[in-house]
T-cell receptor
Framework: EPEVTQTPSHQVTQMGQEVILRCVPISNHLYFYWYRQILGQKVEFLVSFYNNEISEKSEIFDDQFSVERPDGSNFTLKIRSTKLEDSAMYFC??????????FGSGTRLTVV | SQQGEEDPQALSIQEGENATMNCSYKTSINNLQWYRQNSGRGLVHLILIRSNEREKHSGRLRVTLDTSKKSSSLLITASRAADTASYFCATVAYSGAGSYQLTFGKGTKLSVIP
């Protein structure tokens, strides 16, 4: 069964550093998403991406965040200057024209 | 907000018993989905029920949807220790300009005691 692949599975970074979280969505999917889950809390929407541009973003997705689909297969989330409160599990998801979302297994980001 | 809100927040049952989790939401939806998350792991899609459906089955899972009450339930029959996980409902609604947004509830933490 096709999978959404996320790398790395765990990343530790110093506060203020830039991080890039990587995702390889399912190849024929058209819509791409990033969600995050702070430990013990619910999963929160960050951003959706379609046709090479952001289609929607939440209040969480401020100027420190950016997304790219640089080469038609990867979908990345960049945090420019990490803060302690950015520590969370970050999930990438993709879907086709239909409604079924496929999530990756997540990247656990720890900011120290 | 159209986020789902599950209850109970935590549920502990004996292996073999049935587990029922409920979800309520606030606005019109296109479909509702249930996900499972093992501790610290990824989200696994369990089942999707569309707004024009009332009940759906998948193996030991049974989902109902009552759009008039804006509520859904997930029933796991004959539970197993391996069903221990957090279960989230997530609503999908049209958010404009061709976009759909998936919004998660806070989840129910299910513990199945062997």
């Amino acid at each position: 069964e096709p999978e959404v692949t996320q790398t790395p599975s765990h990343q530790v970074t110093q506060m203020g550093q830039e991080v890039i979280l990587r995702c390889v969505p399912i190849s024929n999917h058209l819509y791409f998403y990033w969600y995050r889950q702070i430990l013990g809390q619910k999963v929160e929407f960050l951003v959706s991406f379609y046709n090479n541009e952001i289609s929607e973003k939440s209040e969480i997705f401020d100027d420190q965040f950016s997304v790219e689909r640089p080469d038609g297969s990867n979908f990345t989330l960049k945090i420019r200057s990490t803060k302690l409160e950015d520590s969370a599990m970050y999930f990438c998801a993709s879907r086709t024209q239909g409604y079924g979302y496929t999530f990756g297994s997540g990247t656990r980001l720890t900011v120290v | 907000s159209q986020q789902g809100e599950e209850d109970p927040q935590a549920l502990s049952i004996q292996e073999g018993e049935n587990a029922t989790m409920n979800c309520s939401y606030k606005t019109s939806i296109n479909n509702l989905q249930w996900y499972r998350q093992n501790s610290g792991r990824g989200l696994v899609h369990l089942i999707l029920i569309r707004s024009n459906e009332r009940e759906k089955h998948s193996g030991r899972l049974r989902v109902t949807l009552d759009t008039s009450k804006k509520s859904s339930s997930l029933l796991i029959t004959a539970s197993r220790a391996a069903d221990t996980a957090s279960y989230f409902c997530a609503t999908v609604a049209y958010s404009g300009a061709g976009s759909y947004q998936l919004t998660f509830g806070k989840g129910t933490k299910l513990s199945v005691i062997p």
